[in-house]
């Protein structure tokens, strides 16, 4: 045996001063990373501090400028996605590589097929060794169930599967939880607990400080490209880490404060909506929102929530149902009309809806009010006006971009959603809807945006604000709704919330099958 | 590489000099046109191989190139003469670049070429007599109006059924070249004449402003690129199109109304098609046969992407492609090369813009490619067009 024989353990991964630079950037600036056999490493920091880059270097989907890798100690160069699976090193990417329509057996032998001969698949020995796998980390799945028709915490165990199936070693899954249910957060979190028992080492990005606390054995930090920090869990808090991220102390949970509910401003009566694909997504709605509250309403993500959202803000068309602002009916409105009526909206995928990413910040910034003046006259634009605008915007909402002409595609996640904070929250409003505000946000981003909610909460604005983030619910609002099945089924006081009583309302709707019934038969 | 910002600064480019910004436009397409005309010699010294008993003449290329400069810029007459034929083709890169702007491939612009020129000879004839002040704005309003008819229908099926543009643009194409073969041997022919013509246009006929074929078509080409460039880049319904071509549920997010869009802007595209043909018949050819129609909607379609639908660079642009075919006849008188071989250089043209992302990685600028305009606007309005709410 050649092995060091001391305290020293060969790291499975090793990264060595990795440098990465892009015009203008240094995205990785001398990141050294090290991870053991059967550990689970956290990579924190906030979007942009360079994560993606490093686990893109450690991919082969970038070449480092300087720096190298080494696995068990020896030093390789990865080539590609392709090398880096041929040396065990698998992604699970945040947004799923999934083909829906497939099996989840087809789906797991993509790529990696395994023959029975030249031409066909041995799918009886596939089969096999997908169950095997499963019910060796404790998930017995069926290899011929459509992978369409599983939940997106299934869908991400098979994400797994398939790094498992092609004997990854070193499994780096890129915010895996961003999309799941505290419940299934609990499952994966197990998943990996065993995973790394069976000697797997892990690399969990992630910038959910409890999570990292609550599943990794080593953390580290990065900001702006470098290293700032390794902490073991043990040792370690929420607000230390959240110091080391963002480099200054940061309040993680705003103080709401006391509202003051007035008069009701949104009043939703027995609201019905379809999907994109026509089936009943929203189904029998009732809320009201008064102004100066901020109802939330929780659910995992496809429950009806974006539809509901949609229905109120005109983007949908309601099948049933009435939708009323402070006493008049506005149900099937324009969005326009909606926006005419001081009501403002922040959309959920601001790459799809929020902003139009190869016009410039300025442009974006007017983008629900260039018609009006000061920033047209007739048909003619008002360049000026909109200059101007969008200077003084960037300045009280803290944009940081380099001028208001870039295009607003350029600027990072966090930047680009407080321009469409900016333009939203910045006139006098009856009703602001909120979907999903902070998703994917660093810490000191979300925390500007709930304290930019609050304080128009606290002018009597009516806020909805619907979240899969089930802490950012609870920690924002004074009421909350937990959508399950296109259905309210549960209110709750926002102050006196429990966490895991709400998750188990998200996950099951609260209710066995019978009682389900009655609600049914009704609509 | 050299500048290495500190880590985390803003990634902020060093603010480019007006000349390498300059070199970003245009690098592009002269380094493709050079491309081309590079690979149009080597063409003309393997057509020499194909001609038994011929001497081999290496200076072939450089002879049948400066002729065909000579008859596009050689010359106050050539000059004007490359003006007119590039005329139609700002009006068509109008049409066309307008549309891809709007995230919309309008490949109708031939179609609407063809219904303009017949909306135009209509009115015209009909016309002859009339005093040129009211002849000329009437014909040139029917050229816009039929031109903009053949741009509605088909903005019209994809608002409400999803139909692609696409596809039912090139319909609309082969339904104008019939609509225009029936009327110019039926109801339009000059009776008892051996070929089917029609009737001059007579005092509706464009006059003319630079000797000694300039015609006001001229002129109204360069009104039309700046108004569409003031229209887009000026007004409310320019950013409305541009956010529709650019994001489609961003601008119905916005409250903008994309279906009413789409219909408007395949409309304005019809009828600046419109007057392409207009232009050519009001301004050269003051009468109709059956073979009218030239490839000048195709043509447009090469001039929208080689300035990448810019309105103010279509100017350019059409000139390149007017002087080539002003300078294709010298080009076969003096040198044998068949005029043809202009088609094979706008072609390689075509084709190298549709690989200048490669091309902008070995000249290392940045910027939206050609290609990429039109993938991309073909692939988004394909995808939007299946799901049509």
């Known amino acids: 045996m050649t092995e060091p024989t001391g305290t020293e353990i060969t790291p499975a991964l090793e990264m060595r001063g990795i440098t990465k630079r892009y015009p203008g950037v240094v995205a990785n600036d001398g990141i050294s990373l090290e991870v053991r056999p059967g550990e689970i490493h956290a990579l924190l920091g906030e979007n942009g501090a360079g994560k993606t880059t490093l686990m893109n270097v450690l991919y082969g989907l970038a070449r480092p400028d300087e720096g190298e890798i080494l696995l068990d100690g020896k030093p390789i160069r990865i080539a590609g996605p392709s090398d880096a699976i041929a040396r065990g090193i698998n992604m699970v990417h945040q947004h799923f590589m999934l083909v829906p329509v497939l099996s989840v057996a087809d789906n797991i032998l993509l790529g990696e097929e395994t023959m029975a001969n030249r031409i066909f698949l041995d799918r009886k020995e596939a089969h096999r060794r997908i169950v095997e796998l499963g019910r060796r980390f404790g998930f017995e799945i069926d290899p011929e169930a459509k992978v369409g028709s599983l939940s997106v915490g299934w869908q991400q165990r098979v994400e797994i599967l398939k790094a498992l199936y092609r004997n990854a070693r070193i499994l780096v899954l890129d915010e895996p939880t961003a999309v799941l249910t505290p419940q299934e957060t609990e499952e994966i979190f197990a998943v990996l607990r065993r995973l790394a028992t069976e000697g797997h080492s892990i690399v969990f990005i992630s910038h959910k400080l409890y999570e990292v606390l609550e599943v990794a054995d080593r953390i580290t930090v990065i900001r702006r490209g470098r290293v700032v920090g390794q902490r073991l869990p043990s040792e370690t808090n929420e607000d230390d880490l959240a110091e080391l991220m963002v480099g200054r102390e940061v309040q993680l949970t705003v103080d709401r404060g006391i509202s003051h509910p007035g008069a009701p401003v949104l009043r939703v009566t027995g609201l019905e909506a379809k999907d994109d694909r026509g089936h009943p997504a929203v189904r029998g709605v009732d809320l009201e929102v008064r102004a100066g509250e901020i109802l939330g309403i929780a659910g995992v993500a496809g429950n009806g929530q974006d539809e509901l959202v949609e229905s109120i803000i005109g983007l949908r068309h309601p099948t049933a149902g009435t939708v009323t602002l402070a006493g008049t009916d506005v149900t099937g409105h324009s969005p326009r009309d909606m926006n005419e009526a001081a009501v403002a909206y922040v959309p959920a995928d601001r790459h799809r809806f929020g902003l139009i990413k190869s016009f410039s910040l300025a442009d974006n910034l007017v983008l629900t009010s260039y018609y009006r003046p000061p920033y047209a006259h007739g048909v003619l634009r008002n360049g000026d006006a909109i200059q101007k605008d969008a200077i003084s915007a960037v300045e009280r909402f803290d944009i940081r971009t380099p001028s208001p002409t870039v295009a607003a595609g350029t600027l990072s996640g966090g930047n680009q959603q407080k321009a469409v904070v900016a333009r939203e929250f910045d006139r006098d409003l009856k009703l602001l809807v909120l979907d999903q505000p902070t998703r994917g946000l660093d810490v000191g981003s979300i925390e500007f945006i709930h304290r930019q909610v609050i304080a128009k909460r606290d002018a009597g604005t009516a806020v909805l604000l619907v979240s899969a983030e089930l802490d950012e619910v609870l920690e924002m609002s004074d009421r909350i709704g937990v959508m399950f099945g296109g259905r309210i089924v549960a209110v709750v006081d926002g102050r006196t919330a429990d966490k895991n009583e709400v998750g188990l309302l998200m996950a099951t709707g609260g209710t066995e099958r019978g009682a389900a019934a009655p609600v049914e038969a009704a609509s | ?389």
């Not at chain 2, 903009?148 to 596809?167: D, Q, R, T």
């Not at chain 2, 007004?235 to 009413?260: C, I, Q």
Request: with cysteine; glycine share 12%; net charge positive.
């Open chain 2, 1 to 389: 590489m050299t500048a290495s910002a500190a880590p985390g600064s803003a990634p902020s480019r060093p603010s480019a000099s007006l000349g390498a910004r300059a070199w970003s436009v245009v690098a592009v397409p002269l380094v493709v046109t050079v491309l081309s005309v590079l690979l149009g010699a080597l063409i003309m010294l393997f057509s020499e191989l194909l001609v038994p008993g011929k001497k081999f003449d290496w200076g072939l290329p450089l002879a049948a190139y400066s002729a065909l400069v000579n008859g596009a810029v050689g010359g106050p007459d050539a000059i004007v003469s490359t003006l007119v034929y590039s005329t139609p083709l700002v009006f068509g890169g109008l049409a066309v670049g307008f549309g891809f702007k709007a995230g919309l491939f309008n490949i109708g612009a031939q179609g609407q070429f063809l219904v303009g020129a017949l909306g135009a000879v209509m009115a015209g004839v009909a016309l002859a007599n009339a005093p040129a002040a009211i002849a000329i704005p009437l014909a040139v309003l029917a050229g816009i109006v039929a031109g903009g008819i053949w741009g509605f229908i088909p903005g019209f099926l994809k608002a409400v059924s999803g139909a692609h543009e696409v596809v039912s643009t090139i319909m609309m194409n082969y339904i104008a070249v019939q609509l225009l073969a029936a009327l110019v041997s039926g109801p339009l022919k000059v009776p008892r004449s051996p070929s089917p013509v029609t009737f001059d246009v007579g005092n509706a006929a464009f006059p003319i402003i630079l000797a000694p074929n300039g015609h006001l078509g001229i002129l109204l080409a360069v009104l039309a690129a700046l108004f569409v460039w003031w229209l887009l880049y000026r007004t409310t319904w320019g950013f409305e199109v541009r956010s529709v071509g650019a994001n489609r549920d961003a601008a119905r997010y916005a409250g903008m109304r994309p279906k009413l869009i789409t219909v408007a802007t395949m409309t304005f595209c019809g009828a600046l098609a419109g007057l392409a043909g207009t232009s050519v018949l009001l301004g050269v050819t003051h009468t109709m046969t059956s073979s009218f129609g030239t490839t000048v909607g195709f043509d447009s379609i090469a001039v929208a992407l080689l300035a990448r639908s810019n309105p103010l660079v279509i100017v350019p642009a059409a000139l390149l492609f007017g002087g080539m075919r002003a300078g294709a006849g010298l080009m076969q008188i003096q040198a044998q090369i068949p005029v043809e071989l202009v088609d094979v250089l706008q072609a390689t043209i075509l084709l190298f813009l549709v690989a200048s992302p490669v091309l902008r990685r070995l000249l290392r600028v940045s910027g939206r490619d050609a290609g990429s305009v039109v993938t991309g606007a073909t692939v988004s309005s394909l995808g939007s067009g299946g799901v049509a709410i």
